[in-house]
């Protein structure tokens, strides 16, 4: 049973550039929102409601982009490569990276 590299991609994933792109993108975005929140609480300003709940959702983004790069991190030292490496491309790539890094000969 165990599970199935090949059922992991079925998109092809791996080889999607752009999706690995935007979602570096959207993940340098994320990681801006809070530190964009903390710069206008600390001037005394207020954030629009809808923004405040996109931070909300932010953080648990950030959160499960973490446990990935931490997974990652973990893969990579059991197989003796760079952790930093593995952990911090998993983490701006999120899954897709996750999944490469898991299928990836040691």
Do not use: C
């Amino acid at each position: 049973m165990g599970l199935n590299p090949e059922n992991l991609d079925p998109l092809n994933l791996r080889e999607n550039k752009l999706l690995k792109g935007f979602i570096a993108v959207a993940m340098l975005g994320a990681i801006m929102l809070p530190l964009y929140k903390l710069y206008i609480v600390s001037h005394d300003g207020v954030l629009p409601s809808r923004l405040d709940t996109l931070v909300t959702v932010t953080y648990f983004v950030l959160m499960a982009h973490v446990i990935e790069g931490l997974i990652a991190g973990a893969i990579a030292f059991r197989r003796g490569e760079n952790v930093i490496k593995a952990g911090v491309y998993a983490f701006f790539t999120g899954f897709i990276g996750l999944t490469e890094i898991i299928n990836s000969e040691a």
